[in-house]
């Protein structure tokens, strides 16, 4: 069974410093891992998505890591905002199918403060 | 250039009945997946339509059914809602390429609030 874990499960952070969220998964077979941030209510809105081939990828603040060998993959938050104060969802996507079927974890809540 | 748009934002509906939900898809995108998102979960893929089929399915039961139109738009419907059902529904389009989703991203939408009471 697809299964995708996120650690830790919630974090509060003080307003400009760093933060890295973790992601594993066993999904196969493997096509992109995403990084998505959700705030309370809403839908998920894209931050990163990366192939097996790309190890990094950054989008501003956000920079991601995967590491296809041990199916492991990072969010790093650099100098964070009470903006970012969300939660962050890593989804990987597989070939099943045909089609692409995303599996979620559960997220982790951060939670940034003055 | 609208994003994922879908109604109505907030349902509340008692156990037993029947509810509809729609969602129109981004520009130029022809896929429409459905998923529904209990209160502090990572969304649970419900199904997926291209070409006015469903192509993929997840765990839910045959109370949940669903359609596409030719202009792409999606419709989610749930029969015999029950008190578990209440949940935030989560649409989100795509594009296909080469006959499958290659690394697309999925745009969501905003989402349904459905509360079953």
């Known amino acids: 069974k697809n299964q995708v874990e996120q650690s830790p499960q919630s974090l509060i952070i003080l307003e400009g410093k760093n933060c890295t969220l973790q992601c594993n998964y066993t999904v196969s077979p493997f096509s992109n891992l995403r990084w998505y941030k959700q705030d309370t209510g809403r839908g998920p809105v894209s931050l990163t998505i990366m192939t097996f081939s790309e190890n990094t990828k950054s989008n501003g603040r956000y920079t991601a890591t995967l590491d296809a060998d041990t199916k492991q993959s990072s969010l790093h938050i650099t100098a964070s905002q009470l903006s970012d104060s969300a939660s962050y969802i890593c989804?990987?996507?597989?070939?099943?199918?045909?089609?692409?079927?995303?599996?979620f974890g559960t997220g982790t809540q951060l939670k940034v403060e003055l | 250039d609208a994003g994922v748009t879908q109604s109505p934002t907030h349902l509340i509906k008692t156990r037993g009945q029947q509810v509809t939900l729609r969602c129109s898809p981004k520009?130029?995108?022809?896929?429409v997946s459905w998923y529904q998102q209990a209160l502090g979960q990572g969304p649970q893929f419900i199904f997926q339509y291209y070409e006015e089929e469903e192509r993929q399915r997840g765990n839910f039961p045959d109370r949940f059914s669903g359609h596409q139109f030719p202009n792409y738009s999606s419709e989610l419907n749930v029969n015999a809602l029950l008190l578990g059902d209440s949940a935030l529904y989560l649409c989100?389009?795509?594009?296909?390429?080469?006959?499958?989703?290659?690394?697309?991203?999925?745009?969501f939408g905003p989402g349904t609030r459905l509360t079953v009471l």
């Open positions: 989100a389009s795509s594009r296909r390429t080469s006959g499958r989703v290659v690394g697309n991203e999925q745009f």
């Open positions: 989804v990987v996507s597989d070939f099943t199918g045909g089609g692409n079927k995303l599996t």
């Open positions: 520009s130029g995108h022809d896929t």
